[in-house]
């Protein structure tokens, strides 16, 4: 069965660098989003992104977040200046394109970030 | 104040009893979902349920829909050890955004 795939697995990375996590989304699927979840907590969203643009985005996805889908394959989240508080799992999703949101999401298995 | 909140936050049963896990929600919803998510791992899609759709059933699995009361229900029936994971409601709002609840802790005895 087709899968989303995240990489890597684990980010340790210092405060006020730079992070791109990279996913690979099932291939036939138009909807894609990041969602987070801070240890033991709800998983949030942050954005979702179709045809080439943002669609929504909360209000956690500010200045410093981006995302790109550079090839048509991958779709990346990039945090600009990390911060202690960015320290979460990173989750990747994408969804087929039936009409009215009737479809479930595809989860990655996450990327751990830890900023130090 | 959260769109979904799951109830209880943690369940501890035996093995082979049914657990039942309730969610509830503030707006309008194009559906519902319920997930599940073990341990260090990515979420799950159990099963969708529709706005006009007041239940459905998949294996084990039986979940309700209340639009008036703004409630759903997931029952996981004769419940195993490999149940044992959390298990996440999400409201569909309009047509892209998926918003999740804080999640029921859901452990199963041997």
């Known amino acids: 069965e087709p899968e989303v795939t995240q990489t890597p697995s684990h980010q340790v990375t210092q405060m006020g660098q730079e992070v791109i996590l990279r996913c690979v989304p099932i291939?036939?699927?138009?909807?894609f989003y990041w969602y987070r979840q801070i240890l033991g907590q709800k998983v949030e969203f942050l954005v979702s992104?179709?045809?080439?643009?943002?669609?929504?985005k909360s209000e956690i996805f500010d200045d410093q977040f981006s995302v790109e889908r550079p090839d048509g394959s991958n779709f990346t989240l990039k945090i600009r200046s990390t911060k202690l508080e960015d320290s979460a799992m990173y989750f990747c999703?994408?969804?087929?394109?039936?009409?009215?949101?009737?479809?479930?999401?595809?989860f990655g298995n996450g990327t751990r970030l830890t900023v130090t | 104040s959260q769109q979904g909140e799951e109830d209880p936050q943690a369940l501890s049963i035996q093995e082979g009893e049914n657990a039942t896990m309730n969610c509830s929600y503030k707006?309008?919803?194009?559906?519902l979902q319920w997930y599940r998510q073990n341990s260090g791992r990515g979420l799950v899609h159990l099963i969708l349920i529709r706005s006009n759709e007041r239940e459905k059933h998949s294996g084990r699995l039986r979940v309700t829909l209340d639009t008036s009361k703004k409630s759903s229900s997931l029952l996981i029936t004769a419940s195993r050890a490999a149940d044992t994971a959390s298990y996440f409601c999400a409201t569909a709002i309009g047509a892209q955004k998926l918003v999740f609840g804080q999640g029921t802790r859901l452990t199963i005895n041997p």
């Open positions: 999703a994408s969804r087929a394109p039936y009409t009215g949101g009737n479809s479930p999401l595809h």
């Open positions: 707006t309008s919803i194009n559906n």
């Open positions: 992104f179709y045809n080439n643009e943002i669609s929504e």
């Open positions: 291939s036939n699927h138009l909807y």
